[in-house]
C-alpha cells in the first residue's frame, strides 16, 4: 500500500489525459514542488460539497511551465492509474496524505461495434460545432488501452458523469455511458445548451 499526497480539486482527471493547473496555495506549493523535485506523484480526487470521491487519479506533474516572484505556479499535469483511498491523514502535512490501493478494470475488454459507434456519434459532433476546434476521433489513432476515457475529454460530461465513468471497472459499460450521452447531445448543438455543454470541458489536454 502506497501514502501519497492528495489534491482535493473540482475536477475529474482522466488516466492518460494532462490537465493544466494554477497552484497559489502553500500547502499545494509545498506538495508540487516535493512531487516535481523527488518525480513522485501524488493523488487528484474530485472534491464536491462537504464529499470528496474515493476513487481518483494518480498524478504526475509534467511540466512547470512558470513560477512567479511569490511562489505561484502554472504547472501542467498528467494522469496515470487510478486508485482507491484506503486511509486519509489530516495533519501530518499542511496537505492531506492518504494510504491508497491500485483500482484497475475487472474487464477491459471491449465491443468493437459498440466503439466504432461511439466514435461515429462523437465525430459527427465535432463536425457539426463551429463555434470551437473539437478534435474528431478515429480508431487508429487511439494508442490508450481505455479509449473511452480519451473520448471522454470533450464529450461534455457532468462532474458526476465523469467520476462515475472514472470509477467504472469495465470498459464497455463506459463506452455504453457514453453512447447514451453522446446521443442524448447531438440533436442539443444546434441550440445553445448543446454548445454549452460541451464547452465545460474547456481545459483537457489529450495525449
Known amino acids: 500500500m502506497n501514502r501519497i499526497g492528495l489534491f482535493p480539486l473540482g475536477i475529474v482527471l482522466f488516466p ?3 490537465y493544466p493547473l494554477f497552484i497559489f496555495e502553500s500547502r499545494y506549493k509545498k506538495l ?22 474515493e476513487v481518483g487519479c ?16 502554472e504547472i501542467l499535469v498528467t494522469g496515470r492509474n487510478r486508485f ?11 496537505y492531506l496524505e492518504a494510504d491508497i490501493e491500485s483500482y ?3 474487464d477491459s475488454s471491449f465491443d468493437p461495434n459498440l466503439l466504432e459507434n461511439v466514435l461515429d456519434i462523437f465525430n459527427q459532433i465535432a463536425k457539426k460545432v463551429k463555434k470551437f476546434k473539437i478534435q474528431e476521433i478515429h480508431f487508429d489513432n487511439l494508442e490508450f488501452g481505455m479509449p473511452s476515457f480519451t473520448i ?19 470498459e464497455n459499460e463506459r463506452l455504453e455511458m457514453l453512447n447514451k450521452h453522446l446521443k442524448f447531445l447531438f440533436p442539443l448543438i444546434d441550440k445553445a445548451e448543446g454548445l454549452e455543454t460541451l464547452a465545460k470541458n474547456d481545459g483537457y489536454f489529450s495525449l
Open 16 to 18: 492518460n489525459a494532462s
Open 32 to 53: 508540487i514542488n516535493k512531487c516535481w523535485d523527488q518525480q513522485v506523484p501524488f493523488g487528484i480526487n474530485l472534491m464536491l460539497p462537504k464529499k470528496l470521491s
Open 58 to 73: 494518480l498524478t504526475v506533474v509534467s511540466d512547470v511551465m512558470k513560477v512567479r516572484e511569490d511562489g505561484d505556479m
Open 84 to 94: 482507491k483511498i484506503v486511509q486519509i491523514y489530516d495533519g501530518v502535512n499542511d
Open 104 to 106: 484497475e478494470d475487472i
Open 152 to 170: 471522454a475529454l470533450k464529450s461534455g460530461l457532468s462532474l458526476e458523469e465523469k467520476q462515475r465513468l472514472l470509477e467504472s471497472r469495465y
